[in-house]
T-cell receptor, first 113, second 114 residues
Framework: AQSVAQPEDQVNVAEGNPLTVKCTYSVSGNPYLFWYVQYPNRGLQFLLKYITGDNLVKGSYGFEAEFNKSQTSFHLKKPSALVSDSALYFC???????????FGTGTRLQVFP | DAGVIQSPRHEVTEMGQEVTLRCKPISGHDYLFWYRQTMMRGLELLIYFNNNVPIDDSGMPEDRFSAKMPNASFSTLKIQPSEPRDSAVYFC????????????FGDGTRLSIL
């Protein structure tokens, strides 16, 4: 069975500091991994994905994520947080032979001025 | 580029009424997904289509829920009769045929059943 865990319901960080939002996954075979962001009253917006290749993936708005196969993790990072990054972040995984995305429960990121 | 378009954005209706939610996927996308988001259960996949054909409806909660995709540019999710526990935000998403492409989401329909 596929599953995604986002262990933190909320992450608080000061503006200008680096941020990390954690995600671990469980899937048989090679995973496709995604990060999405959701702003209030909006749908989920795609940030970045890992399919294969380089373990460090760069995405929109200065975000990046590191795929770690041995730890089955795909943490989202940004070197310098902005107040406008405050939102709900979802990690998702898909096994290569299926069409369904399995989403984590979401992590609320709060960036304080 | 036009994204996924959902209508209405908000719907308030009384218990027992029929509710129809609409979705227009991104042109050229072969896959369409319906999700429901609640505080208690998070984001749940209800049903998805490939080339207008329902592939997996195992997430549809009850027979009161039905979904159709009569053509490549339109899908509906219907609840009949509606109940207060159906109150949620319903999202539609679409994806191209290449498997590693991300799903693109609409802005959702916020449904309140009184």
């Amino acid at each position: 069975a596929q599953s995604v865990a986002q262990p933190e319901d909320q992450v608080n960080v000061a503006e200008g500091n680096p941020l990390t939002v954690k995600c671990t996954y469980s899937v048989s075979g090679n995973p496709y991994l995604f990060w999405y962001v959701q702003y209030p009253n909006r749908g989920l917006q795609f940030l970045l994905k890992y399919i294969t290749g380089d373990n460090l993936v760069k995405g929109s708005y200065g975000f990046e994520a590191e795929f770690n196969k041995s730890q089955t993790s795909f943490h989202l990072k940004k070197p310098s947080a902005l107040v406008s990054d405050s939102a709900l972040y979802f990690c998702a995984v898909r096994r290569g032979d299926t069409d369904k995305l399995i989403f984590g429960t979401g992590t609320r990121l709060q960036v304080f001025p | 580029d036009a994204g996924v378009i959902q209508s209405p954005r908000h719907e308030v209706t009384e218990m027992g009424q029929e509710v129809t939610l609409r979705c227009k996927p991104i042109s050229g996308h072969d896959y369409l997904f319906w999700y429901r988001q609640t505080m208690m259960r998070g984001l749940e996949l209800l049903i998805y289509f490939n080339n207008n054909v329902p592939i997996d409806d195992s997430g549809m909660p009850e027979d009161r829920f039905s979904a159709k995709m009569p053509n490549a540019s339109f899908s509906t999710l219907k609840i009949q009769p509606s109940e207060p526990r159906d109150s949620a935000v319903y999202f539609c998403a679409s994806r191209g045929d290449v498997g590693n492409q991300p799903q693109h989401f609409g802005d959702g329909t916020r449904l309140s059943i009184l």
